[in-house]
């Protein structure tokens, strides 16, 4: 089966989603051997996730390795290219259905012995700190700007050519900041596949005592860093970042 640009933001993203949502499914559910490693657990195994996710999806294909539609969009609307955005924003929502679908099987004892539904859909997607949705969107919005300002000033010019292979580090590190500084207020979500991907997955997994899989809030992981992404693209445009 040959590479392609599809079939690594799929498996790529399928990795960020299985890392990801695995490092949070360790954390929070019960009778884990890294129940209750708290946030610092959380934001330095998404980065790392973050990392091996861009290398896979380069492997498999996928120079650009974006492994989120913002990503996607951002750089669409910085270089007036949308020649990517359906088949990679199809290739990484399919991937974050089925990173979330390897969780729930990687974890399967575990969602019978942890009681909260809550816990159980956090392992799969983002929920605010304090509900309100002008403040929630805002919080994304303005994470997935610094994200894409971030990924641009990596890449930028002016910094000379990287040593090769020393991208997806720095991504990491962008990641780790971003959600060690960015995320309390909504868990920084910063990308529509990580967070819709496996929220229907929650939803049609059969997980005891699962709960909602919270329809209301969902819309907002979406819609707030594709806020943030175009806004973050048209920076890049106008200063030619």
């Not at 641009?152 to 050519?161: C, D, Q």
Request: hydrophobic share 50%; aromatic share 10%.
């Amino acid at each position: 089966m040959q590479t392609s640009p599809f079939l690594g933001e799929l498996i790529g993203t399928m990795v960020l989603l299985l890392l990801g949502d695995g490092v949070v499914a360790n954390v929070v559910l019960k009778q884990t051997k890294g129940n209750s490693g708290g946030w610092i657990v959380i934001t330095t195994g998404w980065a790392f996730a973050v990392t091996i996710a861009i290398f896979v999806a380069k492997a498999f294909g996928s120079i650009d390795a974006h492994l989120n539609p913002a990503v996607t969009l951002a750089f669409a609307v910085a270089t007036n290219d949308y020649s990517h955005v359906i088949p990679f924003f199809t290739a990484q929502m399919l991937g974050g259905v089925l990173g979330g679908i390897l969780v729930w099987l990687l974890y399967l004892p575990h969602w019978a012995v942890t009681p909260d539904p809550g816990d159980k859909l956090a392992v799969f997607c983002n929920s605010p700190a304090i509900r309100k949705t002008g403040p929630n969107l805002l919080s994304e919005a303005i994470a997935t700007t610094v994200f894409i300002l971030g990924l641009s000033g990596i890449s930028s010019k002016a910094l000379g050519v990287l040593a090769t292979g020393v991208g997806p580090y720095l991504v990491g590190v962008l990641v780790w900041s971003i959600g060690l500084s960015l995320g309390g207020p909504t868990g920084y979500a910063i990308n529509p596949a990580r967070d819709l991907g496996p929220r229907v997955a929650h939803a049609l997994l059969p997980i005891p005592g699962k709960g909602s899989s919270d329809w209301a809030y969902a819309w907002i992981p979406v819609a707030g860093p594709l806020i943030g992404a175009a806004v973050g693209g048209v920076l890049i445009q106008l200063f030619a970042l």
